[in-house]
């Protein structure tokens, strides 16, 4: 597969760029909010645009981050291209939090009351390209024999609903506990304060990279949350990959 794959319409970015695809470095890292981007024949959702440039749209600093980790790690890395307001890369398709209605206190109209035909298209369109991208690449470093663990890379906002969240990083795991445990201990520190499974939890119901992608090739798994006002620069973005790459 090249560098870059372009799987949606010709005028569209790429549903999925794939960096560093044939690298064996154990680590491979997947960033499913990559970006904002919704194709023209869905408008805004209903939106003003102004919304899509929040974070309800993407996590903001996530795709920077990913590319600067791959390039310090050597590392295969999985980058998706649509708004993770048409269908949510690492939600069950299906469940309630696939295609918000909701999206913190906003409402999103575009997403309200549609078919089940239009839930599947979307599925289709953006959500299966991309998670068989990188189903393919697992299953081949598994039957090459070539240990590997993924790191999804994700941003969160410093205040949500009103209350605000402290930690510059949250480590998230499941199974992988003594792992995603030593992550925040070479991470958390006086002025850089790390938590575990903070500021969300992974759930099998409500999770897809972690149980889905991993846990079901018993691949060890974590997901690294980095507050969003923490990433708004290229420079912010290359100061946390070069405290990352080594506690990864």
């Known amino acids: 597969m090249p560098a870059s794959a372009r799987m949606s319409l010709s005028a569209d970015p790429p549903i999925v760029t794939v960096l560093r695809r044939e690298s064996r470095a154990r680590i491979v890292l997947v960033c499913e909010h ?60 299906g469940a309630a939090s696939s295609i918000a209605t909701l999206s913190e206190a906003t409402v999103i109209p575009g997403n309200a009351g549609i078919s089940d035909e239009e839930a599947e298209a979307r599925r289709r369109r953006f959500f299966a390209p991309f998670h068989e991208a990188l189903s393919a690449c697992l299953e081949e470093r598994i039957a090459a024999g070539v240990p590997t ?10 205040v949500f609903l009103g209350v605000a ?53 018993d691949l060890p798994a974590i997901i690294v949350e980095i507050r969003q006002d923490l990433l708004a620069t290229a420079a912010d973005q290359e100061r946390w990959a070069a405290i990352l790459a080594p506690a990864l």
């Open 165 to 217: 969240r402290p930690w510059h990083a949250g480590i998230l795991f499941n199974r992988s506990a003594d792992w995603g445990r030593r992550v925040v201990g070479a991470l958390d520190r006086p002025g850089r304060p790390v938590a575990e499974n903070e500021p969300y939890r992974i759930e099998d119901d409500s999770d897809y990279l972690v149980p889905v992608q991993a846990e079901r090739r």
């Open 34 to 93: 990559a970006s904002n981007f919704i194709p023209e024949d869905y408008g805004t959702l209903g939106l003003p645009r102004s919304e899509l440039d929040r974070h309800i749209a993407w996590d903001i600093g996530a795709e920077g981050l990913t590319r600067r980790l791959s390039a310090l790690l050597d590392a295969p890395a999985f980058i998706a291209g649509w708004s993770r307001l048409l269908i949510d890369g690492n939600r069950p398709p």
């Open 149 to 158: 663990a993924i790191v999804g890379i994700h941003s969160f906002t410093p």
